[in-house]
């Protein structure tokens, strides 16, 4: 089974900078992949999908880019709201694989 | 509104069985397929079953293929999830999702907590 590695675990960053996390497949996915954003207590919500496609409603701050193997989501000028966990996910093909996260922090 | 709620979680022990159900509304429930995705206590997603609309279509992840059964109703609205022979590893909140496309989940209900323990 296709394995993602989300990089780095954790970062804390200030409203205002730019951010970027990564997730590796461990063989090629093309461009299935998605991304979510998950705050404590709530449910997952959909940022990104097939790698670069910005769900409704999602802000333009949020972007995403890869194909094959390596893909990034980048957040331009942070915001407060945007303190999270960030989740990727092999999409397409079962299964459908999840990456165990990237925690995102506001100083 | 598109709105999902899931209910059936609780305390079971090992080897035992439980049914989650997910009441779905707020769209057309029989033009989607629809997934269950858990979350253990203080860990990552992990996505668990798969039904496509008309349930010709069913795909499971390999830690809970021949344990659990998804299902759904589409008179009820109503998607299910039959889970037997429960480890402890599978305590989590188990979310029920809407599937947007293939493979990725536009709408989640809140989740039902599953715990197994003796």
Known sequence: NIVMTQSPKSMSISVGDRVTMNCKASQNVYNNIAWYQQKPGQSPKLLIYYASNRYNGVPDRFTGSGYGTDFTLTINSVQAEDAAFYYCQRIYNSPYTFGAGTKLELK | ?118
Do not use: H
């Open chain 2, 1 to 118: 509104e598109v709105q999902l709620v899931e209910s059936g979680g609780g305390l079971v022990q090992p080897g035992r069985s439980l049914k989650l159900s997910c009441v779905a509304s707020g769209f057309t429930f029989s033009n989607y397929g629809m997934n269950w995705i858990r979350q253990a206590p203080g860990k990552g997603l992990e996505w668990v079953a798969y039904i496509s609309s008309g349930s010709s279509y069913i795909y499971y992840a390999e830690t809970v293929k021949g344990r659990f059964t998804i299902s759904r109703d589409n008179a009820k609205n109503t998607l299910y999830l039959q889970m037997t022979s429960l480890r402890s590893e599978d305590t989590a909140l188990y979310y029920c999702a809407r599937g947007a496309g293939m493979g990725y989940f536009d709408f989640w209900g809140p989740g039902t907590m599953v715990t197994v323990s003796s």
